[in-house]
T-cell receptor, first 117, second 114 residues
Framework: NAGVTQTPKFQVLKTGQSMTLQCAQD?????MSWYRQDPGMGLRLIHY???????DQGEVPNGYNVSRSTTEDFPLRLLLAAPSQTSVYFC????????????????FGSGTQLSVL | QQQVKQSPQSLIVQKGGISIINCAYE??????FPWYQQFPGKGPALLIA?????SEKKEGRFTISFNKSAKQFSLHIMDSQPGDSATYFC?????????????FGKGTHLIIQP
């Protein structure tokens, strides 16, 4: 059981380039999300999805796009990379989300460390 | 607006001592309070969690204490070991509106000295 798999582990981009961070989970979780982690800032939610075909914005969505065509995959796209997007990105999924019940245990991937020069 | 405030930012404890990390929240709608543990180069992992209907939850050496009236909760690590050295995040979510995820504190970098 692989859990949540993120690729790549490291990436260096130049300002203005675009790229896609991949996330896949094999636990049949309906809920998936992307966080960014910056020193002293904790984890901030970028986008999330409660099922295939459904996505929504989190706290810091600007500069990022997502799509959810399958239950397993939830890619994060950086459209025009900027130095402010230098961060560690985590994908997370959860089995425990039902409308009206709130979100519980999150399973995190091991992260993608992104540097934008 | 920071809805979950965590302190201290960093903490050094001697092996065998008690590590204490505190969190305070503002939104009274929060009703689930987990703690996540993160080792370098890894993603966070759920350590222990509590709901406000109890004041304390213990799992092994880890205990959450919860004070609903003060809107505060804390993590206690008894008999702290070097292997406990990690970053700890408190978090909160609310029933009926949790699709936007957990609200995390900013984290505490814990070092256990041998």
């Amino acid at each position: 059981n692989a859990g949540v798999t993120q690729t790549p582990k490291f990436q260096v981009l130049k300002t203005g380039q675009s790229m896609t961070l991949q996330c896949a989970q094999d636990m049949n979780h309906e809920y998936m999300s992307w966080y960014r982690q910056d020193p002293g800032m904790g984890l901030r939610l970028i986008h999330y999805s409660v099922g295939a075909g459904i996505t929504d914005q989190g706290e810091v969505p600007n500069g990022y796009n997502v799509s959810r065509s399958t239950t397993e995959d939830f890619p994060l796209r950086l459209l025009l990379a900027a130095p402010s997007q230098t961060s560690v990105y985590f994908c997370a999924s959860s089995y425990s989300f039902l409308p009206g019940q709130g979100l519980e245990k999150l399973f995190f991937g091991s992260g993608t460390q992104l540097s934008v020069l | 607006q920071q809805q979950v405030k965590q302190s201290p930012q960093s903490l050094i404890v001697q092996k065998g001592g008690i590590s204490i990390i505190n969190c305070a929240y503002e939104n009274t709608a929060f009703d689930y309070f987990p703690w996540y543990q993160q080792f370098p180069g890894k993603g966070p992992a759920l350590l222990i969690a509590i709901r406000p209907d109890v004041s304390e939850k213990k799992e092994g050496r880890f205990t959450i204490s919860f004070n609903k009236s003060a809107k505060q909760f804390s993590l206690h690590i008894m008999d702290s070991q070097p292997g406990d050295s990690a970053t700890y995040f408190c978090a909160a979510s609310k029933r009926g509106g949790g699709a936007d995820g957990l609200t995390f504190g900013k984290g505490t970098h814990l070092i256990i000295q041998p």
